[in-house]
């Protein structure tokens, strides 16, 4: 996991964190992302079906046919619960997509194309669906590769805590103070994925590395020690 401070939105920050990334690329329909790809051969997009999700839900307020987008929606994820609870790997994740998601979707893209003709475009309905229709062939990259996700959720879980953190910073009076933040955000961020408690890695870390050498940072990662826990507690159990 890594976190990135940068000063603004625009899109010269992913451009230059994203400059030798190859491949496919999940976010959420934020234009500096699209754009991005547009001027790029070598960037796939991947969309986000909560975000899509999120915007027929709104239209709920307004229609009650916004209700059967969410329930066709609700089968696609019903799909990636069943996935997730058999534990699949990648090619039954892909088989299964395609046998049985893919028919969810033929529908879906109908229905909205039917739809958008009969509806208000500035309305929240009209909105979800142009939100969707836009981005359809990144939404529906996950169909063809089991490896992808269905959305950027374990993304978004994982910063939440800066989400709700930067509410209450406001300012962080200097850039050089958001770098530093980001390093912080990287190592705690870590700790989470990792399953390590934050104080016990941290304190393990600011007390040997004073004392060690450059060629030993990479043994300090969250990851590394992680693996070196699993290792001690397993000497242990087998003495």
């Not at 669906?129 to 490896?147: E, H, M, N, P």
């Not at 020690?225 to 290792?231: C, G, M, Y």
Request: hydrophobic share 45%.
């Amino acid at each position: 996991m890594l976190f990135e401070w940068r000063v603004s939105r625009a899109r010269a920050g992913p451009e230059e964190f994203l400059k030798n990334f190859r491949g496919k690329l999940q976010t959420d329909g934020y234009s500096a992302y699209e754009s991005l790809a547009k001027s790029r051969g070598d960037l796939t997009l991947v969309g986000c079906w909560a975000h899509v999700r999120r915007g027929f839900h709104e239209a709920l307020a307004e229609t009650k046919l916004a209700a059967w987008f969410v329930r066709q929606i609700g089968l696609l994820y019903a799909m990636e619960k069943k996935l997730r609870e058999q534990k699949a790997g990648p090619a039954l994740r892909q088989a299964m997509r395609i046998w049985q998601t893919q028919p969810v979707l033929d529908r879906l893209h109908r229905a909205m194309e039917l739809i958008r003709r009969k509806t208000l475009p500035q309305g929240l309905l009209g909105q979800a669906i142009d939100y969707t229709l836009k981005r359809w062939s990144a939404l529906t990259q996950f169909v063809q590769d089991g490896a992808l996700e269905i959305d950027n959720n374990l993304i978004e879980n994982a910063i939440r805590p800066s989400a709700l953190g930067k509410k209450n910073f406001l300012f962080f009076g200097h850039p050089e103070a958001g770098e530093r933040s980001a390093v912080i955000y990287t190592l705690l961020g870590s700790c989470r994925r990792h399953g390590l408690n934050p104080f016990d890695y941290l304190t393990d870390l600011f007390t040997r590395l004073p004392a060690a050498k450059i060629t030993d940072i990479k043994l300090f990662t969250p990851a590394a020690w992680a693996s070196s826990k699993a290792r001690e507690k397993a000497v242990a159990q087998a003495a």
